[in-house]
């Protein structure tokens, strides 16, 4: 398991609910309870009591008491990101003494005169706070504004090889491959490997002022420079797959839409239902709004390092 007694500990949350019941949401059910009521719970809430219990474990204290910073916005979902309750976020984090960085999607035109917006007045609540940025012309857009933030690059930007099929025991087919355990070694450490292994890249990023950056704690394990030019946000449990800007869960409510309406009223089904891919021998995985994400409570091996580690106890979406 992970070793993270002495990182920074962050909490990821979407929703202003989760911000206002943030001691709660932090803090597992009491045993006696939980052995009565986990059982049949959704798999999310069980992945979130099991995933507190291993915390406390590994942390040695209360997540609620370990953590320094909670993320707060929306990864994938423009639609979604609570540009409304920022001030109320700011205020709530602030009175218990955590600090907090704002987490901004991926935007298309339509979205952008939410975003820009949001961003600006984040600035003004949290003067030289960080936003969690996952598209480079959001980027742009703040460098070209000179607004007072410093930018962390998402995981969504990190170039990594997400797939619920990764990690399981990799096939050791003796009869076909020469050498069949090198092979699957071998494979293991490519499919580690992350864009910032690429030297250039990450004095692309020098030159954008951007030092930090995202990534999740894949199941595969993940291989992160020793170069001491950047540092890392580790996510866990859950690990972002992939996503796109047409939502197939509107379908849901008018059929006749077709099965991913582009431009139809949004009514937060994400926050109604979810879809699960089936499958055997892959990691459970789950599709909510626009994205899907799978539970990795036991992550490969993690080489290089990372200084924060950034804990999720609900599906970010």
Not at 65 to 78: D, P
Not at 169 to 195: H, Y
Not at 244 to 266: F, M, V
Not at 292 to 301: D, I, Q, R, T, Y
Request: proline content about 7%; aromatic content about 8%.
């Amino acid at each position: 398991m992970l070793s993270i007694k002495e990182k920074e500990i962050c909490v990821m949350l979407s929703d202003i609910s989760d911000i206002r019941n943030l001691k709660s949401i932090l803090l597992p059910l009491p045993v006696a309870e939980a052995r009565k009521t986990v059982p049949f719970m959704p798999r999310e809430y069980i992945t979130h009591e099991v995933s507190l219990r291993l915390l406390k474990r590994l942390l040695g204290d209360d997540v609620f008491n370990r953590a320094k910073r909670i993320y707060f916005g929306h990864e994938t979902c423009a639609r979604a990101f609570p540009s409304g309750d920022i001030d109320e976020a700011v205020s709530i984090v602030s009175s218990k003494g955590k600090d907090i960085s704002l987490v901004v999607p991926y935007v298309g035109e339509r979205d952008i005169k939410k975003i820009f917006p949001a961003i600006e007045k984040f600035a003004e609540l949290n003067p030289n706070g960080e936003i969690i940025v996952n598209d480079f012309g959001i980027i742009n857009f703040i460098l070209e504004k000179n607004i007072p933030v410093k930018i962390v690059l998402g995981r969504l930007l990190s170039r990594t090889k997400r797939d619920p099929r990764f990690g399981k025991k990799m096939p050791e087919d003796k009869e076909m491959i020469k050498d069949a355990k090198k092979v699957v070694k071998k494979s293991a450490s490519e499919l580690s490997e992350t864009g910032y292994s690429f030297a250039p890249f990450r004095e692309f990023l020098k030159n954008l002022s951007i030092s930090r950056a995202g990534i999740d704690a894949l199941p595969q394990g993940v291989s992160l420079p020793k170069a001491g030019d950047m540092e890392f946000d580790l996510y866990w449990p859950w690990v972002y797959v992939t996503s796109g800007r047409s939502c197939q869960l509107l379908g849901i409510k008018d059929s006749r839409k077709g099965k991913y309406p582009l431009e139809a009223p949004c009514d937060m089904k994400c926050k109604q239902f979810e879809m699960e891919p089936q499958g055997t021998g892959i990691h459970y995985s789950v599709q909510k709004g626009n994205a899907v994400w799978m539970e990795v409570l036991k992550p490969g091996k993690i080489k290089g390092g990372f200084s924060r580690f950034v804990y999720e106890p609900v599906i970010p979406a």
